[in-house]
């Protein structure tokens, strides 16, 4: 079918997962659900508040072109929309 899969490492991963299911609810991924997703096991200690703009830019190059859109809600979260569904 000429998908490409494309390789993500494991907090790209977890960080994909959370962006998916909030993108099939129809709602935004916050930057809570985020963090809890990924780093729910250091209590919320030594985590740079960057790195999720930086997971985000890594999948973004990622995404299939046409397939998924990551759109950024400044200081909320992030939205998938997947072949447009998502508004």
Known sequence: ???TVA???V??????AVLLDASKRG?????LALYDALYWDRGGRDINPKILDVLACKI???LP??????????GRGY????N???K
Do not use: C, I
Request: aromatic share 10%; charged share 30%; net charge positive.
């Open 1 to 3: 079918n000429g998908a």
């Open 7 to 9: 390789r993500l490492t």
């Open 11 to 16: 907090q790209e991963a977890k960080f994909f």
């Open 27 to 31: 709602r935004l991924a916050t930057r």
């Open 60 to 62: 973004r190059k990622k």
């Open 65 to 74: 072109h046409g397939v998924f859109t990551l759109e950024s809600s400044w």
């Open 79 to 82: 939205r998938l929309h997947v």
């Open 84 to 86: 447009g569904e998502a």
